[in-house]
């Protein structure tokens, strides 16, 4: 096995989806069941961002270039390294192939002007539903 220099630190909200899921997985002893072969996916897909954290093909980009998303078969992970650590940002269900992490992320900002960018840095689809302001008219 490759030995890496990285130091791995998951979020607090993501060590309790990361508990969530192994729990599961091991509350049967059947290691064929979905739970366990999501949890094999999760964990492989978390030993291998130390192997290549910077993969430019992972980097998000405009204002989120800091952080990497990493998508399992049924989950999205958003790291960021620094230094020698690797931080878990979030680990989130894949919704439809979409990682609802970044929906959070946007839901943050979507009062700002670029909040179309943001969505498209972070390969989010277009809302099923939009919304459409007006400009305010002022009554005399």
């Given amino acids: 096995m490759i030995q890496s220099q990285y130091t791995v630190q998951l979020s607090e909200t993501a060590e309790k989806v990361y508990c969530d899921i192994y ?14 072969a999501e949890f ?3 964990d492989e897909a978390l030993d291998s961002i130390p192997l290549n ?13 800091a952080l990497y998303r990493l998508k399992t ?9 620094e230094n020698d650590n690797i931080f ?10 979409d990682c609802q992490i970044a929906q959070r992320l946007l839901d943050r900002i979507v009062t ?26 002022s009554v005399n």
Avoid: M, W
């Avoid at 078969?73 to 390294?81: E, G, K, L, V, W």
């Fill in 73 to 81: 078969s049924s989950h999205c992970i958003i790291y960021r390294p």
């Fill in 112 to 137: 700002t002007p670029d909040y179309k960018e943001a969505r498209a840095a972070l390969g989010i689809a277009e809302t099923l539903c939009a919304t459409t302001t007006h400009p305010t008219s």
């Fill in 88 to 97: 878990i940002v979030e680990i989130s269900p894949l919704v439809n192939g």
């Fill in 53 to 65: 954290p910077t993969d430019i093909k992972r980097q998000l980009t405009g204002r989120f270039a």
């Fill in 23 to 36: 729990r599961q997985a091991t509350e049967d002893s059947d290691i064929s069941t979905h739970a366990a």
């Fill in 40 to 42: 094999r996916s999760l």
